[in-house]
């Protein structure tokens, strides 16, 4: 089969399609024919090297993946079913595998991280990670939602116990996951300000429900130009992967009890927690990271009735993987790069 593959961390050229061997599907795994595989930062990492984490290479990349079943043995779904393939893969017997928590399983891993991913025209997965593609959504969509919209959904729903009414700041609108988050928190009867690094940016948040999206790169104060906007009372909730960059503002602006919900640090994890305004505040700091196969088949629901929608900024052939990772190195996108086959 076609696969892109990472033999060694380096720039652009470290990714190449090849042809490779095909899986071969061991019992309770479902064996499916990729039609389209959204790309992630966790992507980027793997072709450039993450420090303090190593890479199983060689490496197929890719975790959202959207296709039809090939080869299924009694416990999958019938060969020719359209499907989505969940990202996260437990040991699916552990207490917390076994309680619903397959995102803290001590063997837990994801697609193109820990194993073989869906860049490749094959890919051999549990059985369990297979879903059935909700109808309405074609193969790019439904591999645009399932990483993003989980990690998401996990943040806002689960760990920052979103509430109608309730203001969020969401950073770095244009991203996948904030822009699942805009959705998520506008779902949920949230108020919903953004930051975005382009007016071009922000005119997309707003016009996905965002109430206010500020352009960080002209307005570097933006936590006093929200905190005018809620009437100096502040947010209840920030949504954020940016990290050091942001991480004193945001803690500025969080009205007492609030949360700060955060899955990643793109621009630094090294920060200064002020504890005394912690406590005296009553504020939270949450980690998260993914989310459960229980909550992805309550976003796929969503997602089949209209009330949610995955973000495609454009598409991408497999052959022209390269190029697609020039697209979101770019920061130029809104919403997912798809590669499709």
Same mark, same amino acid.
């Given at each position: 089969?076609?696969?892109?593959?990472?033999?060694?961390?380096?720039?652009?050229?470290?990714?190449?399609?090849?042809?490779?061997?095909?899986?071969?599907?061991?019992?309770?795994?479902?064996?499916?024919?990729?039609? #389209?595989?959204?790309?992630?930062?966790?992507?980027?990492?793997?072709?450039?090297?993450?420090?303090?984490?190593?890479?199983?290479?060689?490496?197929?990349?890719?975790?959202?993946?959207?296709?039809?079943?090939?080869?299924?043995?009694?416990?999958?779904?019938?060969?020719?079913?359209?499907?989505?393939?969940?990202?996260?893969?437990?040991?699916?017997?552990?207490?917390?595998?076994?309680?619903?928590?397959?995102?803290?399983?001590?063997?837990?891993?994801?697609?193109?991280?820990?194993?073989?991913?869906?860049?490749?025209?094959?890919?051999?997965?549990?059985?369990?990670?297979?879903?059935?593609?909700?109808?309405?959504?074609?193969?790019?969509?439904?591999? #645009?939602?399932?990483?993003?919209?989980?990690?998401?959904?996990?943040?806002?729903?689960?760990?920052?116990?979103?509430?109608?009414?309730?203001?969020?700041?969401?950073?770095?609108?244009?991203?996948?996951?904030?822009? #699942?988050?805009?959705?998520?928190?506008?779902?949920?009867?949230?108020?919903?300000?953004?930051?975005?690094?382009?007016?071009?940016?922000?005119?997309?948040?707003?016009?996905?429900?965002?109430?206010?999206?500020?352009?960080?790169?002209?307005?570097?104060?933006?936590?006093?130009?929200?905190?005018?906007?809620?009437?100096?009372?502040?947010?209840?909730?920030?949504?954020?992967?940016?990290?050091?960059?942001?991480?004193?503002?945001?803690?500025?602006?969080?009205?007492?009890?609030?949360?700060?919900?955060?899955?990643?640090?793109?621009?630094?994890?090294?920060?200064?927690?002020?504890?005394?305004?912690?406590?005296?505040?009553?504020?939270?700091?949450?980690?998260?990271?993914?989310?459960?196969?229980?909550?992805?088949?309550?976003?796929?629901?969503?997602?089949?009735?209209?009330?949610?929608?995955?973000?495609?900024?454009?598409?991408?052939?497999?052959?022209?993987?390269?190029?697609?990772?020039?697209?979101?190195?770019?920061?130029?996108?809104?919403?997912?790069?798809?590669?499709?086959?």
């Amino acid at each position: 089969m076609r696969a892109a593959i990472i033999r060694q961390h380096g720039g652009l050229d470290a990714i190449a399609v090849e042809e490779v061997p095909d899986p071969v599907r061991r019992p309770g795994e479902t064996l499916v024919r990729v039609r #389209a595989v959204a790309l992630n930062h966790m992507d980027l990492w793997a072709r450039k090297g993450l420090p303090g984490f190593q890479f199983p290479l060689p490496l197929i990349p890719g975790c959202d993946i959207a296709g039809v079943v090939q080869e299924s043995g009694d416990g999958g779904l019938e060969p020719g079913t359209d499907v989505f393939l969940s990202p996260g893969v437990s040991c699916g017997v552990c207490i917390d595998c076994s309680s619903g928590r397959d995102n803290l399983c001590s063997r837990y891993g994801i697609l193109g991280e820990t194993q073989n991913g869906g860049c490749a025209e094959l890919i051999a997965v549990p059985d369990r990670n297979v879903h059935r593609k909700p109808p309405r959504l074609d193969f790019p969509a439904a591999a #645009a939602f399932p990483l993003t919209f989980l990690t998401a959904w996990h943040m806002l729903v689960t760990r920052a116990r979103i509430a109608p009414g309730q203001t969020v700041l969401i950073h770095a609108a244009g991203s996948g996951v904030s822009s #699942a988050a805009i959705q998520i928190a506008t779902l949920y009867g949230a108020r919903v300000f953004a930051t975005a690094g382009s007016p071009e940016k922000c005119a997309r948040a707003e016009a996905m429900g965002a109430t206010k999206a500020i352009d960080y790169t002209k307005e570097p104060d933006w936590s006093r130009r929200f905190f005018e906007l809620t009437e100096k009372r502040g947010v209840d909730i920030v949504f954020d992967h940016v990290g050091k960059a942001v991480f004193e503002g945001s803690l500025r602006l969080l009205r007492t009890g609030g949360t700060f919900v955060t899955c990643g640090a793109t621009s630094g994890s090294d920060v200064t927690l002020p504890l005394r305004r912690l406590f005296f505040k009553n504020l939270s700091v949450v980690g998260s990271t993914m989310g459960t196969r229980g909550e992805l088949l309550q976003i796929a629901e969503h997602l089949q009735a209209g009330r949610l929608e995955p973000m495609v900024d454009r598409t991408f052939p497999l052959s022209d993987i390269s190029a697609a990772h020039a697209a979101l190195e770019s920061r130029e996108t809104f919403g997912k790069i798809v590669v499709t086959l």
